[in-house]
């Protein structure tokens, strides 16, 4: 452990002063390279002239902002870090104006994903120095609200946020290869900069989590099981080279240069688990993320050979963009892969240790067409359906079930489903529970598996029974055109309620203000107007509820069964792993690592 924070701060040092000493190479970078040169006290002339241009444009966006607020926070004339004069007075006073007017243009709305974690962060970071400014502090937005009332909602609004997803499991984008790296340096600019000491204890605590739970479930230093918006796939992460700067391995911080001027260290238990690795051979690691609501449950299962896993949930829940477009499957200890590809139809899942099934989703936010992707490196066999592959030293083998598939390259890389609502079993196995790779096929081929009336039952060789009730297309639509028909005629309904209680105060309104003809009718057009944007939102509630009282369903997913057993996506915990528990909602998270405990 302390080697590797050792490491860590020598290969920063070394980095910000490698980085500041190089030409500006303008963009993403060279709003990186400023805090390297503040940090180390180069080239101090170009870089406040630099971040002066950038603050009267208006900043440079969301993601890179959080380098310059970080470089405001940590070198402006009062800061509790370095208050030397490095950051010459102009330039403090430009990027304060900038701050202050990026925030007049609208409230950002907080959540849990990249754009807004960047801005919502960026923003509080700016008013816990504003608010102590005499020029800023009594100052007004074009809201009404003032600095000083704009910092209390957001501190509020920043601590019950950080309670909540630290006791509720997390981010949305969890695992996201693809924007991990925007969303971390907000955690961590709050963790390390804000002077409110709750705020930094809960970001803090946030951060240390999230590392031990992503270590948790890595094989070969790379993540294994789901990867939320995973635009780079399953293997590839845009998080890997900062992940390998805090663990003393070098990396690069690429364009967010918070990290590489940072005094964070990861937490002793994923240091631990990355560098010695797990403590257990095989285990399974079930968490639920994104919140309170929806809470999909990551599931994984972890063995020496490979790393299986998938997000189970209720897909009668609604679910947006950041919770999806996941890359999921098995990675292998050689990074060979099975995997379903982000992005190539959403899919709901039942899995228990070796065995899945899996079915691309109806009516979810991202479509495309499904497929299941094999990495380069095995030897694979077809047979009866099945494709059978052998890595050395364990097996996979998928069986896409239905209409079948069809190979999309001459290598065999993709099979694409030709109806992409069939559903898929995964099964896998090492090679030292099963002997040879003939074996494992035969094993697998003489499993029960059956599909008879929209619904998979399956038992691998040695594992639970699991039973899906798949949703087909048909089925989908017979459901929704009978929604659709319900709620249009009850929104109706509801939208005529408004306008009449309307248009009767409206026709009160003008009676008693005198008002005759022409001025009649528009006043009380004006009026019902009024009432129907107002009441916009509240009149769909009207319908859903009305609706739902029908007894007609929007949807009719049904959840699978392992054992028999209908499976518990409103567990009683938010983190189940031999190295990560806590009860739902208590708020305790305790931390293991062999015998050693940290809460």
């Not at 002063?17 to 990186?32: H, I, L, N």
């Not at 949305?172 to 790296?181: H, Q, V």
């Not at 993320?289 to 999909?296: A, I, S």
Request: proline residues 4%.
């Amino acid at each position: 452990i302390t080697a590797t924070k050792e490491k860590t701060k020598a290969w920063r040092e070394t980095f910000c002063q490698r980085e500041g000493g190089k030409p500006d190479p303008g963009g993403w970078s060279g709003c990186a390279r400023w805090l390297y040169c503040l940090s180390t006290k180069q080239d101090l002339d170009y870089t406040n002239w630099s971040l002066r241009v950038c603050a009267e444009k208006g900043g440079i966006g969301s993601f890179m902002d959080v380098n310059n607020i970080r470089a405001l926070v940590m070198y402006h004339s009062k800061s509790q870090f370095y208050p030397d004069g490095r950051l010459y007075p102009d330039t403090e006073a430009a990027m304060k104006d900038c701050f202050f007017r990026q925030m007049d243009k609208k409230k950002q709305n907080l959540w849990n994903a990249n754009i807004p974690m960047n801005l919502c962060s960026r923003s509080y970071l700016a008013l816990e120095i504003l608010k102590d400014d005499p020029k800023y502090k009594n100052r007004k937005f074009s809201q009404g609200d003032t600095v000083q009332e704009r910092y209390q909602y957001w501190r509020e609004k920043f601590t019950n946020h950080l309670e909540h997803f630290v006791a509720n499991g997390l981010w949305d984008e969890l695992g996201s290869s693809n924007y991990e790296y925007h969303t971390f340096p907000s955690y961590l600019n709050l963790a390390e900069l804000s002077a409110d000491k709750d705020i930094s204890r809960l970001a803090t605590m946030f951060m240390d989590i999230a590392l031990v739970e992503a270590a948790q479930q890595e094989i070969c230093g790379i993540r294994g099981a789901t990867k939320a918006r995973a635009k780079r796939g399953g293997l590839g992460s845009t998080w890997n080279p900062y992940k390998a700067m805090i663990y003393g391995l070098r990396g690069a911080t690429l364009y967010h240069s918070s990290f590489a001027v940072s005094e964070y260290y990861p937490p002793d238990a994923a240091i631990l688990l990355t560098k010695l690795g797990p403590v257990q051979d095989t285990y399974e690691i079930a968490n639920r993320y994104g919140g309170r609501e929806t809470h999909p449950i990551n599931y994984v299962y972890r063995t020496p050979e490979y790393v299986s896993g998938c997000v189970m949930y209720h897909p009668n829940r609604n679910y947006g963009a950041n919770n999806e477009g996941r890359w999921t499957g098995v990675i292998f200890n050689d990074l060979t892969s099975i995997g379903i590809p982000a992005y190539s139809s959403e899919k709901w899942n039942v899995q228990s240790k070796d065995a899945r099934i899996l079915q691309s989703r109806k009516g979810a936010y991202y479509g495309g067409w499904a497929k299941v992707e094999f990495g380069s490196g095995f030897e694979m066999v077809e047979k009866d359906g099945w494709i059978f592959v052998d890595n050395g030293e364990a097996f996979g083998a998928v069986k896409i079930l239905g209409s079948g598939y069809f190979w999309a390259d001459p290598i065999k890389h993709s099979a694409n489903l030709v109806d992409r609502f069939s559903p898929v079993v995964m099964q896998t196995g090492a090679k030292k529970d099963y002997g040879s790779f003939e074996d494992f096929q035969a094993a697998v081929m003489k499993a029960p598996l059956t599909y008879e009336d929209n619904k998979v039952t399956y038992q691998g060789p040695n594992s639970a029974k699991l039973e899906f009730s798949c949703m087909t297309q048909e089925q989908y639509l017979k459901i929704k055109d009978k929604y659709d028909a319900a709620y249009s005629e009850e929104l109706e309904k509801a939208q005529a309620r408004v306008e009449q209680a309307a248009r009767t105060q409206a026709e009160a309104n003008a009676k008693r203000e005198g008002k005759t003809g022409r001025d009649a009718e528009s006043l009380v057009k004006d009026l019902v107007r009024q009432a129907e944007r107002e009441n916009r939102d509240k009149v769909k509630e009207e319908a859903k509820a009305a609706v739902e009282k029908r007894g007609i369903k929007e949807k009719d997913f049904i959840l699978p069964k392992i054992n028999g057993k209908t499976i518990d996506i409103d567990p009683p915990y938010t983190y189940r792993s031999p190295y990560l528990e806590s009860k739902f909602d208590s708020g305790i998270v305790t931390v293991k690592y062999g015998d050693r405990r940290w809460e």
